[in-house]
């Protein structure tokens, strides 16, 4: 599936007719595979819109799967720009410092975004990290604590390891999309304006929680990246991997006592999870984040 998935980035098409399918009908491996490869041949043209028509009745019926949820992450990803070669391309010909203030500034480049009209890129990387997060392995016992979308029929963990290698590794740069297009919109003079408990509803949680999700995802990407790339993933890595719990940390703190953490709360990656109030712990962790983010930045 991987394969699959950057062969849609590098934009090689099979090539395929246009049949139907059923929603209602079950799927055999053969009829899957012929929807997943007109999903692909649309992808490979940018019609994002005629994959996504195509894919979603079937992402929202008993019908899905894992392969479904990966292609309609990557259906997603194309609604949200994400390009993983041209990404990689970008780090790699970029001289930003990404221990540090480069970090930001390339994501909010990357996947510069615009509220009005808007572009919906934020809103895109939302959907497609729903999808990937559904991606789970094979007995895979959900906790009901750490679920989100659990009515649906793609209900998702904010577990790392319960989520398939595929699924973790495309995290990375989805999450690129999301905390790239809300920087590009929110990051005013190099610094986000949400650094109180009261002003994480929201898109603000949206944020965190992908700061998460893609530290998350970091380490899936570091154990395959190309010698031109690794570097920046290691200097990424050392500095997420000193800041986030102390970030979290010290949000708690800032709160003055009506709440207690002394790492990043895993509920946190779930964008829905900040109710705004300071007696709330997702909401104050999530502030820390945003200090150390503009403090880095």
Do not use: H
């Not at 990966?70 to 609604?79: P, R």
């Not at 690794?230 to 979290?248: E, Q, R, V």
Request: aromatic letters at 8%; one cysteine or more; hydrophobic letters at 40%.
């Amino acid at each position: 599936m991987l394969v699959w998935l950057l062969m849609v980035s590098l934009g090689m098409s099979l090539g395929c007719g246009v049949p139907t399918y059923s929603v209602t009908a079950p799927l055999d491996p053969q009829i899957e595979g012929g929807l997943l490869d007109l999903t692909q041949s649309y992808l490979t043209s940018g019609s994002c819109a005629a994959a996504y028509s195509q894919l979603q009745p079937f992402y929202n019926s008993a019908n899905t799967d894992n392969n479904i949820r990966m292609a309609m992450a990557a259906v997603y990803g194309c609604y949200a720009k994400v390009s993983i070669f041209q990404i990689l391309n970008d780090m790699v010909s970029s001289g930003a410092n990404f221990a540090g203030a480069g970090l930001w500034t390339f994501m909010a480049t990357e996947f510069a975004s615009t509220a009005n009209p808007d572009d919906k890129i934020p809103l895109s990387a939302e959907n497609g990290t729903d999808a990937i997060l559904a991606t789970l392995n094979l007995g895979t016992l959900l906790d009901p604590t750490d679920t989100v979308n659990s009515t649906s029929y793609n209900p998702g963990s904010l577990i790392v390891s319960d989520r398939t290698t595929n699924a973790n590794t495309y995290l990375t740069f989805m999450s690129m999309a999301l905390m790239g297009s809300l920087l590009s919109r929110y990051g005013v003079s190099n610094s986000l304006p949400w650094t109180t408990a009261t002003s994480m509803k929201g898109d603000p949680c949206a944020f965190v929680s992908s700061v998460l999700n893609f530290y998350d995802g970091l380490s899936y990407i570091q154990t395959s990246a190309p010698a031109s790339v690794a570097p920046k993933y290691a200097a990424i890595s050392g500095l997420l991997s000193t800041g986030l719990n102390a970030a979290c940390s010290a949000g708690c703190t800032l709160c003055g006592g009506s709440v207690s953490c002394t790492s990043c709360p895993t509920t946190l990656r779930d964008r829905s999870s900040c109710t705004g109030l300071s007696t709330d712990v997702n909401s104050c962790a999530g502030s820390g984040i945003v200090l150390f983010v503009n403090a880095s930045w």
